[in-house]
């Protein structure tokens, strides 16, 4: 929330570049004025000439559990499967058409490429409590974004620019799938391992982060002691573990 209201700011845009997958997850979308001045940014070209986007292959992740505590465990897996349907993801990402985050497509509506279009998005930000939005598993095939019609001021339609942007910007500079490091298994042991390593590994890595941005540590001068630092809080080991997973896999 306080992001958002940094990049919803009324009086002037004080945000300047911000990591995320929507611009709004910063500002508001109600506030056209504001979020339009913001604008995705395509990979940058590194000092080798390298130009690579980071891709997360889709491997199946959705689960679901019941407990022996469920009296009617098949009534259960038809409203999983139902989650899996167009209709069931339109429900659990936008919720019930008419009342909720969209509608059917008038004739004529055309969606980003100008072909016809099925659906319309309502107003998200007019419309709160209506549906699960992605919490939990759901159905995002890969031409959900061309279900809907795109508004009628491309400047001014957030979905369209993110997805001209996914497709001209980043996919053509994604990493090859061949060799992106697969999920890893590890023993429980392992895992305890993990657990404990990160736990205090990534706060330091976080406020090192930080203390580098603004100048509580110097590049230059602080950086053998950094690399001391990452060495005593279990780097090479963490690093250790996910080689002996990868050798086994």
């Not at 992001?3 to 945000?15: H, M, Y």
């Not at 659990?92 to 072909?115: F, R, S, T, W």
């Not at 500079?173 to 429980?188: A, R, V």
Request: aromatic share 10%.
């Amino acid at each position: 929330m306080a992001l958002l209201k940094l990049g919803s700011n009324p009086e002037i845009a004080i945000a300047g570049a911000i990591p995320a997958g929507s611009t709004s997850v910063f500002c508001s979308t109600v506030n056209v004025d504001r979020w339009t001045q913001y604008i995705p940014i395509a990979p940058l070209t590194g000092p080798a000439g390298v130009k690579s986007a980071h891709i997360v292959p889709d491997f199946g992740g959705s689960t679901m559990t019941i407990t022996n505590a469920c009296e009617n465990p098949e009534v259960v897996m038809r409203v999983f499967d139902y989650m899996f349907t167009e209709q069931g993801a339109l429900k659990m990402i936008l919720g019930m058409k008419g009342a909720g985050g969209y509608d059917d497509a008038p004739k004529g509506a055309v969606n980003y490429i100008g072909e016809p279009a099925k659906y319309i998005r309502n107003d998200q930000d007019a419309i709160q409590d209506i549906s699960w939005n992605r919490m939990g598993s759901d159905y995002q095939p890969p031409d959900y974004d061309l279900w809907f019609a795109a508004l009628e001021n491309p400047d001014e339609d957030i979905e369209r620019i993110l997805y001209i942007s996914s497709i001209e910007d980043y996919i053509p500079y994604g990493q090859d799938p061949e060799k992106i490091l697969l999920n890893l298994s590890q023993t429980t042991e392992e895992s305890r391992r993990i657990v404990d390593i990160t736990a205090l590994l990534d706060s330091y890595l976080e406020q090192a982060m930080i203390d580098f941005i603004i100048g509580n540590k110097n590049v230059d001068e602080d950086w053998e002691e950094y690399l001391a630092d990452i060495e005593k809080y279990g780097i090479y080991e963490l690093a250790a573990i996910k080689q002996a997973a990868y050798d086994r896999k």
